[in-house]
């Protein structure tokens, strides 16, 4: 019997690392909340009071996620969002830690946490991605210098 089945194994968007990989490249708080699901202490990020122009991506793996332009100030302490910066982005999965039914949003490519949309953000989309500023890696835009 030679059966070769590739049904989980032939995604190439998808990157894979072990633990060990992601504890030399991050910090241990970007580790312990990105790959352990953890929260950040709410107004102690560097991106929740952040208004430049430009663009947030993964601290792991560089994913584009979101754009400044959909940015608010939610009042939470952490960086909030209305909208991701394209829909394959961002992948939404139901988490019922803490005895809550929330929405956990992870980055599309490697499966980062990153924290958990709620539906009580502005128009246009009415959500709120509230987001861990440990999973962001900010790049400012340069385009309208
Ligand atoms: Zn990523």
Redesign the pocket.
Known sequence: MNTTSKQNSSNRNQ?NSDDGNWQSKLTSEQYQI?RLGGTERAFTGCYWNHKETGTYK??????E?FSSKTKFDSGTGWPSFWDGIDPTAINTKEDQSHGMKRIEIN??????HLGHIFEDGPLPTGKRYCVNSASLKFEADTKFE
Do not use: D, G, Q
Request: some cysteine; proline content about 0%.
């Open positions: 990157i990105t993964c601290i792991c793996c560089n994913n996620l980055c599309s490519k490697c499966e980062a």
